[in-house]
């Protein structure tokens, strides 16, 4: 366990070895969530986004050799929830 003091402006600076393991960087975002008992839970703020906006990021990045039929995309979906996915082509 860590203990840090809290400043008399109510503030805590966290340990680089804390931050990392929460995998943050500086400038990213830290979620605070309050338990009972007085307890918190902090986590790392993972973004969330749209469809759109992740398809928007892959465009022009992804090079296919052949478009996919809806066949083979739920293959590839099945073998991704089965733990089994390799690259596909």
Do not use: C, Y
């Amino acid at each position: 366990m860590v203990s840090q003091a809290v400043t008399v402006k109510g503030q805590v600076t966290l340990r680089r070895d804390l931050l990392q393991h929460l995998g943050i960087k500086p400038g990213e975002r830290i979620d605070f969530e309050k338990l009972p008992g007085g307890e918190l839970r902090i986590r790392a703020t993972r973004p969330t986004g749209t469809i759109d906006g992740f398809v928007h990021a892959l465009d022009g990045k992804v090079k296919m050799k052949k478009p996919l039929t809806i066949e083979e995309m739920n293959d590839i979906a099945a073998a991704g929830w089965a733990g089994q996915l390799n690259d596909h082509e």
